[in-house]
């Protein structure tokens, strides 16, 4: 089991910042990619950004130039940096964690932390 503690919402203005982190802990062993995703009100989960094991990250078009994910090995938080905060912005952001089956990889399993609010007035 992987277990994600999200920390770091709240409110800002537009073009505001703000950092999410994400404390990790459990089994990673086979964790192959971690990435932050957001839920606006009536919408659908979305993916924000990943990084994976290997140090590749990847960003939805909407938050690319904006946002940025890292990881912090000592602390075994992975983190988003988000600037120039947008209205659209408003939404919980999730933690996730891929863990694929070692027997059938391209079958996996998703963990989620509780979620962090994040809104943004205009």
């Known amino acids: 089991q992987v277990q994600l503690v999200e920390s770091g919402g709240g409110l800002v203005q537009t073009g505001g910042s703000l950092r999410l982190s994400c404390v990790y802990s459990?089994?990673?062993?086979?964790?192959?990619?971690m990435g932050w995703y957001r839920q606006a009100p009536g919408k659908q989960r979305e993916f924000v950004a990943t990084l994976t094991s290997g140090g590749a990250t990847n960003y939805s078009e909407s938050v690319k130039g904006r946002f940025t994910i890292s990881r912090d090995n000592a602390k075994l938080t992975i983190d988003l940096q988000m600037n120039s905060l947008k209205p659209e912005d408003t939404a919980v952001y999730y933690c996730?964690?891929?863990?694929?089956?070692?027997?059938?990889?391209?079958?996996?399993?998703?963990?989620w932390g509780q979620g962090a609010q994040v809104t943004v007035s205009s």
């Open positions: 459990g089994n990673m062993f086979r964790v192959n990619a």
């Open positions: 996730n964690a891929r863990s694929p089956n070692p027997a059938t990889p391209w079958l996996f399993t998703d963990y």
